[in-house]
Structure formats: structure tokens, C-alpha cells
């Protein structure tokens, strides 16, 4: 019984200390966005700043067009996450519960395409929409999400074939067409499934750098992530700045985990469908 406080006691401090580990530069960046400059780098290090400095906030709206970014990353985050739950629970439904020639052939083509490295893709992707003239637009940034992504078609399939098919047929002899099937029953069981395609979807997205990189050029039209990269660039040294503008990058995110956790943790089996 001793034996096996102490390994709890153990197990419970490494957890913790794990854990401030992973707050700490969370805390530094909090903290940071509230000092002046030469607070941060006091040595010894200070802790907490001697008077807040809301300013900072305030600051990085009005010297360069953050609010605006901002805006733009939603409207993009938006559209990505519509389109990737939408494309990728019906190629999921096709491909779990729907009986057609060469469904396992385009299956694992499917799967071999999330092999390929997507740096390799950057330049072709990049002449492809230069040919349609889709450069410097966000078209680039949103109908990818259309095309039902490889990775979250197939965990969604993983837990579409974990639902008995019986509640298939049964729909089947009361008259339902495959359309009412995915619509009534299918969707109405993968809320778990969903909330966490919307989840990844949203936070790849909203930190996503290299795509509106690439794409973008007009300075009105950047994304947070990339306008980021500019206020560093033209504010090199600032980083009481910096610090402002990478904390409420980082607040949709963590708003959204906290209004979703429970059916994000609690309510998924990807690999065996219905919670018992």
C-alpha cells in the first residue's frame, strides 16, 4: 500500500513538472506581451511586470492592419472548416458504407497521396494556380479544403465502419435513400468525429504560414499568421510587440479547445465507432 502511494506521488510530480514545462512558454509570452522592453530582458529575470502595459495591445492594432488579418484568417478558417467536414464525411460515408466497383482501389490511392511529401507538391501546386490566375487571391488557401482531405476522410471512415450496418438495412427497408442515411443517422453519430475535424482543421489553419506565403502578396490581404511574420520584420527587436501579437493569435485556439473539450476528449472512439 506504501509502495504504491509513493509511485503515485512520483508519477503525480513528473506529471507536474511536465506540465510547467509546457505552460512555461506560455506564461513567458503572456507575461512578455504586458511588459515594456526593457522588462524582459532585466537580469535577473523579472517575473511580473512593475505596471501592465495594455498599450502593447492597443499598439500592434494601430501600427500595422492586425485586426484586419485577423479577419482575414477567419474568413478563410471558416470556409476550410465547411468545406473539409462537409467533403470528408460524405467521401468517409462513400467509402465505409456504400458497396461500389473499385472503392478499396480508390481507397488506397487515397492513402498513398497522404504519403507524398507536400513540400514536393509546392511548386507544381504554385504553376497550377498561376495558370488560373490564382495568385494573390485566397482561392488557393480555400477550395483545397473542397477536395476532402486525405487524413481526416480516412479517420472519419474509421469510425463510420465502427457503426453496425444493420441500422443500414433497417433504414433501407423503411424506403431511405443513401442521401437520407448520411443525413439522418450517419451525421447525427459523428458530432464526436466532426468537432475534431473542425478542431485540427481550424488550428492548422489559423497557424497556417507557408500556404499564404506563398499565395499572398498584397499586404492587405494577409492572414494573422503571415502579418505576424511582417511586424517582426519591420519591428525587429520589439518584442514586447511580438509577444502582444502571437497571445491573441493564440486565444481563438484555446477558446475553441475549452468550448469543445468534453466531445473532443470525452465522447470519441475513431477506431470503434458508437461509445458503448
Known sequence: ????????????????????????????MVRSSVM???????????????RIQWKNYVDIMTLRPFARWICNSAFIVVFNVLGTMLTCSMAAFAFARLKFRGRNVVFSMVLAAMMIPSATLLIPQFMIWKIL?????????????FG??????????????????????????D???????????????????????????????????????I???????YTAALGLRSFIGMYTGQWHYLMAASTVLVIPVIILFACCQKVFIGGINLSGGLKG
Open 1 to 28: 500500500m506504501k509502495r504504491k502511494r509513493i509511485s503515485h506521488l512520483f508519477a503525480f510530480v513528473l506529471m507536474l513538472f511536465i506540465g510547467l514545462i509546457m505552460v512555461f512558454p506560455l506564461f513567458w
Open 133 to 145: 490566375h490564382g495568385i494573390d487571391t485566397y482561392a488557393p488557401l480555400i477550395l483545397g479544403a
Open 175 to 213: 424506403g431511405a435513400s443513401p442521401l437520407r442515411i448520411y443525413m439522418n443517422i450517419i451525421i447525427p453519430l459523428s458530432k464526436a468525429p466532426l468537432v475534431t475535424v473542425a478542431i485540427f482543421t481550424f488550428t492548422n489553419c489559423w497557424n497556417d504560414f507557408m500556404g499564404p506565403l
Open 215 to 221: 499565395y499572398l502578396s498584397s499586404e492587405k490581404k
Open 36 to 50: 515594456t522592453q526593457s522588462e524582459i530582458f532585466r537580469k535577473p529575470m523579472q517575473w511580473l511586470p512593475e
Open 148 to 173: 476532402a482531405p486525405g487524413f481526416y476522410t480516412f479517420m472519419l471512415r474509421q469510425f463510420y465502419k465502427g457503426i453496425p450496418m444493420d441500422i443500414d438495412e433497417a433504414a433501407k427497408i
